[in-house]
Protein backbone atom coordinates (compact mmCIF):
# COMPACT_ATOMS: atom_id res chain seq x y z
CA UNK A 1 0.00 0.00 0.00
CA UNK A 2 1.51 3.37 -1.03
CA UNK A 3 0.63 6.31 1.62
CA UNK A 4 0.63 10.06 -0.25
CA UNK A 5 -0.21 12.90 0.87
CA UNK A 6 0.22 15.55 -1.93
CA UNK A 7 -2.31 15.71 -4.65
CA UNK A 8 0.57 16.00 -6.72
CA UNK A 9 2.32 13.18 -5.97
CA UNK A 10 -1.02 11.46 -6.13
CA UNK A 11 -2.25 12.01 -9.68
CA UNK A 12 1.42 10.66 -10.94
CA UNK A 13 -0.02 7.46 -9.24
CA UNK A 14 -3.51 8.04 -10.99
CA UNK A 15 -1.96 7.53 -14.18
CA UNK A 16 -1.15 4.05 -14.28
CA UNK A 17 -4.65 2.90 -12.69
CA UNK A 18 -7.86 1.81 -14.30
CA UNK A 19 -11.16 1.43 -12.70
CA UNK A 20 -10.30 3.15 -9.87
CA UNK A 21 -12.27 2.34 -6.41
CA UNK A 22 -12.48 5.45 -4.22
CA UNK A 23 -13.45 5.12 -0.19
CA UNK A 24 -13.50 8.09 1.46
CA UNK A 25 -13.07 8.09 5.10
CA UNK A 26 -12.10 10.33 8.13
CA UNK A 27 -10.49 7.61 9.62
CA UNK A 28 -10.28 6.17 12.95
CA UNK A 29 -11.02 2.77 11.11
CA UNK A 30 -13.10 -0.03 12.32
CA UNK A 31 -15.47 -3.24 11.01
CA UNK A 32 -17.85 -0.52 9.33
CA UNK A 33 -14.71 0.86 7.11
CA UNK A 34 -13.25 -2.08 6.50
CA UNK A 35 -16.78 -3.82 5.32
CA UNK A 36 -16.07 -0.77 2.69
CA UNK A 37 -12.90 -2.22 1.42
CA UNK A 38 -14.49 -5.88 1.49
CA UNK A 39 -17.52 -4.74 -1.08
CA UNK A 40 -14.50 -2.71 -3.16
CA UNK A 41 -12.56 -5.97 -3.47
CA UNK A 42 -15.22 -7.45 -5.38
CA UNK A 43 -15.35 -4.63 -7.95
CA UNK A 44 -11.73 -3.44 -8.59
CA UNK A 45 -7.91 -3.86 -7.68
CA UNK A 46 -7.33 -0.13 -7.50
CA UNK A 47 -8.66 1.14 -4.38
CA UNK A 48 -7.76 4.43 -2.96
CA UNK A 49 -9.07 4.76 0.47
CA UNK A 50 -8.95 8.73 1.39
CA UNK A 51 -8.49 9.88 5.73
CA UNK A 52 -9.35 13.14 5.83
CA UNK A 53 -11.40 14.87 8.79
CA UNK A 54 -13.00 17.66 6.23
CA UNK A 55 -13.19 20.77 9.08
CA UNK A 56 -15.81 22.41 6.87
CA UNK A 57 -18.34 19.88 8.25
CA UNK A 58 -18.01 20.48 11.52
CA UNK A 59 -20.18 22.82 13.28
CA UNK A 60 -18.07 23.46 16.18
CA UNK A 61 -14.25 23.96 16.79
CA UNK A 62 -14.73 21.43 19.89
CA UNK A 63 -16.01 18.70 17.86
CA UNK A 64 -14.01 18.91 15.24
CA UNK A 65 -10.86 19.08 17.64
CA UNK A 66 -12.40 15.95 19.65
CA UNK A 67 -12.96 13.92 16.39
CA UNK A 68 -10.47 10.58 17.14
CA UNK A 69 -7.59 10.41 15.37
CA UNK A 70 -5.41 7.37 14.94
CA UNK A 71 -3.65 7.47 11.93
CA UNK A 72 -0.76 5.03 12.62
CA UNK A 73 -3.54 2.38 14.06
CA UNK A 74 -5.12 3.03 10.55
CA UNK A 75 -2.36 2.14 8.69
CA UNK A 76 -1.54 -0.58 10.52
CA UNK A 77 -5.44 -1.80 9.58
CA UNK A 78 -4.81 -0.91 6.15
CA UNK A 79 -1.79 -2.84 5.44
CA UNK A 80 -3.46 -6.27 5.67
CA UNK A 81 -6.63 -5.03 3.55
CA UNK A 82 -5.14 -5.04 -0.28
CA UNK A 83 -6.17 -1.11 -0.21
CA UNK A 84 -3.58 0.35 -3.22
CA UNK A 85 -3.21 3.78 -2.07
CA UNK A 86 -4.06 5.60 1.27
CA UNK A 87 -4.47 9.65 0.41
CA UNK A 88 -3.94 11.54 3.31
CA UNK A 89 -4.06 14.92 2.58
CA UNK A 90 -3.99 18.19 4.92
CA UNK A 91 -5.99 20.68 4.78
CA UNK A 92 -4.11 23.28 2.63
CA UNK A 93 -4.12 20.95 -0.17
CA UNK A 94 -7.79 19.94 0.00
CA UNK A 95 -8.55 24.11 0.36
CA UNK A 96 -5.62 25.52 -1.23
CA UNK A 97 -7.40 28.68 -1.60
CA UNK A 98 -11.40 28.15 -0.84
CA UNK A 99 -13.21 25.55 0.09
CA UNK A 100 -16.09 26.92 -2.65
CA UNK A 101 -19.11 24.86 -4.31
CA UNK A 102 -21.05 25.81 -7.11
CA UNK A 103 -23.62 22.69 -7.16
CA UNK A 104 -26.67 24.22 -4.84
CA UNK A 105 -27.55 21.23 -2.50
CA UNK A 106 -31.90 20.53 -2.69
CA UNK A 107 -33.70 22.27 0.76
CA UNK A 108 -33.74 18.21 1.92
CA UNK A 109 -30.35 18.98 2.83
CA UNK A 110 -31.35 22.01 5.64
CA UNK A 111 -33.76 18.83 7.68
CA UNK A 112 -32.92 16.22 9.65
CA UNK A 113 -29.10 16.44 10.52
CA UNK A 114 -28.84 19.59 8.41
CA UNK A 115 -31.41 21.07 10.43
CA UNK A 116 -29.22 20.77 13.88
CA UNK A 117 -26.07 21.15 11.64
CA UNK A 118 -26.03 24.03 8.96
CA UNK A 119 -23.76 23.47 6.68
CA UNK A 120 -22.87 20.13 7.33
CA UNK A 121 -24.19 18.58 3.89
CA UNK A 122 -22.63 21.38 2.08
CA UNK A 123 -19.33 20.31 3.46
CA UNK A 124 -19.51 17.01 2.94
CA UNK A 125 -20.66 17.63 -0.51
CA UNK A 126 -17.37 19.70 -0.85
CA UNK A 127 -14.86 17.40 0.21
CA UNK A 128 -16.88 14.73 -1.95
CA UNK A 129 -16.59 16.69 -4.67
CA UNK A 130 -13.04 17.44 -4.21
CA UNK A 131 -12.10 14.07 -3.96
CA UNK A 132 -13.92 13.34 -7.07
CA UNK A 133 -12.76 16.20 -9.62
CA UNK A 134 -8.85 14.62 -8.06
CA UNK A 135 -9.22 11.10 -8.66
CA UNK A 136 -12.03 10.81 -11.24
CA UNK A 137 -12.96 7.25 -9.62
CA UNK A 138 -15.66 5.12 -11.73
CA UNK A 139 -17.14 4.06 -8.28
CA UNK A 140 -17.25 5.16 -4.80
CA UNK A 141 -18.69 3.71 -1.55
CA UNK A 142 -20.92 5.30 0.99
CA UNK A 143 -22.33 3.45 4.06
CA UNK A 144 -26.17 3.31 5.04
CA UNK A 145 -25.84 4.66 8.25
CA UNK A 146 -25.53 7.91 7.08
CA UNK A 147 -28.19 7.35 5.14
CA UNK A 148 -29.12 11.09 4.49
CA UNK A 149 -25.32 11.86 3.54
CA UNK A 150 -25.84 8.79 0.96
CA UNK A 151 -28.97 10.14 -0.26
CA UNK A 152 -27.53 14.04 -0.78
CA UNK A 153 -24.06 12.01 -2.72
CA UNK A 154 -26.09 10.18 -4.85
CA UNK A 155 -28.42 13.34 -5.72
CA UNK A 156 -25.32 15.39 -6.28
CA UNK A 157 -24.12 12.47 -8.70
CA UNK A 158 -27.04 12.24 -11.00
CA UNK A 159 -27.47 15.92 -10.97
CA UNK A 160 -23.91 16.53 -12.13
CA UNK A 161 -24.75 13.80 -14.01
CA UNK A 162 -21.09 12.63 -12.56
CA UNK A 163 -19.69 8.87 -14.49
CA UNK A 164 -19.42 7.39 -11.25
CA UNK A 165 -21.22 4.48 -10.03
CA UNK A 166 -21.93 5.07 -6.45
CA UNK A 167 -22.23 1.84 -4.15
CA UNK A 168 -24.57 1.42 -0.76
CA UNK A 169 -22.65 -0.33 1.78
CA UNK A 170 -24.87 -1.96 4.79
CA UNK A 171 -24.43 -0.84 8.64
CA UNK A 172 -21.90 -2.93 10.92
CA UNK A 173 -23.01 -3.06 14.12
CA UNK A 174 -21.54 -3.93 17.10
CA UNK A 175 -22.97 -6.85 20.05
CA UNK A 176 -25.40 -4.44 21.10
CA UNK A 177 -26.91 -3.55 17.65
CA UNK A 178 -24.60 -0.32 18.00
CA UNK A 179 -23.75 0.91 14.53
CA UNK A 180 -20.26 1.09 14.68
CA UNK A 181 -18.93 4.84 14.00
CA UNK A 182 -15.49 6.55 15.24
CA UNK A 183 -17.36 8.73 17.58
CA UNK A 184 -18.62 5.33 19.95
CA UNK A 185 -14.94 5.61 20.87
CA UNK A 186 -16.23 9.29 22.63
CA UNK A 187 -18.80 7.31 25.25
CA UNK A 188 -17.80 6.12 28.41
CA UNK A 189 -18.90 2.39 29.48
CA UNK A 190 -22.05 3.59 31.00
CA UNK A 191 -23.10 5.73 27.71
CA UNK A 192 -22.04 2.48 25.94
CA UNK A 193 -25.39 0.70 27.41
CA UNK A 194 -27.67 3.73 26.81
CA UNK A 195 -26.70 4.39 23.39
CA UNK A 196 -28.22 0.88 22.58
CA UNK A 197 -31.79 2.56 23.21
CA UNK A 198 -31.89 4.36 19.91
CA UNK A 199 -31.28 0.79 17.74
CA UNK A 200 -33.59 -0.62 19.75
CA UNK A 201 -36.12 2.27 19.75
CA UNK A 202 -35.64 2.32 15.49
CA UNK A 203 -36.59 -1.47 15.39
CA UNK A 204 -39.36 -0.71 18.04
CA UNK A 205 -40.90 1.92 15.57
CA UNK A 206 -40.61 -0.34 12.63
CA UNK A 207 -42.52 -2.84 14.51
CA UNK A 208 -45.43 -0.77 15.61
CA UNK A 209 -45.82 0.55 12.13
CA UNK A 210 -46.17 -3.27 10.54
CA UNK A 211 -48.43 -3.98 13.54
CA UNK A 212 -50.97 -0.93 11.82
CA UNK A 213 -49.77 1.80 14.66
CA UNK A 214 -50.28 5.16 12.85
CA UNK A 215 -46.80 6.85 12.41
CA UNK A 216 -47.04 9.72 14.33
CA UNK A 217 -47.78 7.95 17.22
CA UNK A 218 -44.94 5.37 16.76
CA UNK A 219 -42.41 8.33 16.02
CA UNK A 220 -43.95 10.20 19.76
CA UNK A 221 -43.23 6.72 21.58
CA UNK A 222 -39.90 6.55 20.42
CA UNK A 223 -39.24 9.94 20.98
CA UNK A 224 -40.22 9.70 24.44
CA UNK A 225 -38.43 6.60 25.50
CA UNK A 226 -35.22 8.03 24.45
CA UNK A 227 -35.74 11.31 26.30
CA UNK A 228 -36.59 9.35 29.50
CA UNK A 229 -33.63 7.25 28.43
CA UNK A 230 -31.20 10.61 28.93
CA UNK A 231 -31.06 10.97 25.32
CA UNK A 232 -30.74 14.68 24.25
CA UNK A 233 -33.17 14.20 21.15
CA UNK A 234 -32.01 15.35 17.64
CA UNK A 235 -34.66 13.86 15.50
CA UNK A 236 -36.81 10.79 15.43
CA UNK A 237 -38.73 10.72 11.89
CA UNK A 238 -40.32 7.98 9.22
CA UNK A 239 -39.50 9.54 5.80
CA UNK A 240 -39.51 8.04 2.44
CA UNK A 241 -36.64 6.43 1.05
CA UNK A 242 -36.71 7.53 -2.10
CA UNK A 243 -36.55 10.90 -2.20
CA UNK A 244 -36.39 11.67 2.26
CA UNK A 245 -39.75 13.39 2.39
CA UNK A 246 -42.22 13.30 4.52
CA UNK A 247 -44.09 9.63 3.82
CA UNK A 248 -48.07 10.25 2.62
CA UNK A 249 -50.84 7.75 2.06
CA UNK A 250 -49.72 5.17 -0.09
CA UNK A 251 -46.04 5.46 0.29
CA UNK A 252 -44.79 1.87 1.24
CA UNK A 253 -40.77 2.15 0.99
CA UNK A 254 -39.81 3.96 4.35
CA UNK A 255 -36.87 4.51 6.56
CA UNK A 256 -36.92 5.60 10.00
CA UNK A 257 -34.07 7.90 11.05
CA UNK A 258 -32.61 8.99 14.62
CA UNK A 259 -30.39 11.22 16.08
CA UNK A 260 -29.57 12.71 19.35
CA UNK A 261 -26.63 13.06 21.77
CA UNK A 262 -25.69 11.45 24.73
CA UNK A 263 -23.46 13.53 27.01
CA UNK A 264 -21.86 15.22 24.26
CA UNK A 265 -21.35 12.29 21.80
CA UNK A 266 -24.10 12.74 18.57
CA UNK A 267 -25.02 9.71 17.22
CA UNK A 268 -27.24 8.67 14.37
CA UNK A 269 -29.17 5.16 12.91
CA UNK A 270 -31.61 4.18 10.70
CA UNK A 271 -33.44 1.21 9.46
CA UNK A 272 -35.53 1.21 5.83
CA UNK A 273 -38.28 -1.02 5.88
CA UNK A 274 -41.60 -1.85 3.49
CA UNK A 275 -45.14 -1.61 4.85
CA UNK A 276 -48.02 -2.37 1.93
CA UNK A 277 -49.84 1.11 2.09
CA UNK A 278 -48.95 4.26 4.69
CA UNK A 279 -51.55 4.28 7.39
P1 LIG B 1 -16.52 8.31 8.34
O1 LIG B 1 -15.09 7.92 8.51
O2 LIG B 1 -17.31 8.22 9.61
O3 LIG B 1 -16.70 9.58 7.59
O4 LIG B 1 -17.16 7.17 7.42
C1 LIG B 1 -16.61 6.84 6.17
C2 LIG B 1 -17.56 5.94 5.44
O5 LIG B 1 -17.80 4.76 6.23
C3 LIG B 1 -18.95 6.58 5.22
O6 LIG B 1 -19.42 6.22 3.93
C4 LIG B 1 -19.79 5.95 6.31
O7 LIG B 1 -21.15 5.90 5.98
C5 LIG B 1 -19.18 4.57 6.38
N1 LIG B 1 -19.46 3.94 7.69
C6 LIG B 1 -19.26 4.49 8.91
N2 LIG B 1 -19.70 3.66 9.87
C7 LIG B 1 -20.19 2.56 9.25
C8 LIG B 1 -20.79 1.34 9.70
N3 LIG B 1 -20.98 1.10 10.98
N4 LIG B 1 -21.17 0.43 8.77
C9 LIG B 1 -20.98 0.68 7.44
N5 LIG B 1 -20.42 1.81 6.96
C10 LIG B 1 -20.03 2.73 7.84
Same mark, same amino acid.
Given at each position: ???????????????????????????????????????????????????? &????????????????????? #????????? *??????????????????????????? +??????????????? &???? #??????????????? @?????????? @??? &?? #???????????????? +?????????????????? *??????????????????????? +?????????????????????????????????? +? #???? *? &????????????????????????
Amino acid at each position: MKIIKSPLDLKKHLKELENIFLIPTMGNLHEGHLSLIKEAKKISDNIILTIF &VNPIQFNSNSDLECYPRTLDL #DIDLLKKTG *VSILFNPSVKDIYPTDSNLSYKLPIIS +NQLCGKSRPGHFKGV &VTII #DRLFKLIKPSYAIFG @KKDYQQLFLI @KKF &VL #DCRLPIKIIEAKTIRG +NNSLALSSRNNLLTDKEM *VSAAALHKQLKICTESILNGAKI +NDAELEAQNSLINAGWKLDYFEIRRQTDLKKPSY +N #DSKL *V &VLGAGFLAKVRLIDNIEFCIPTTI
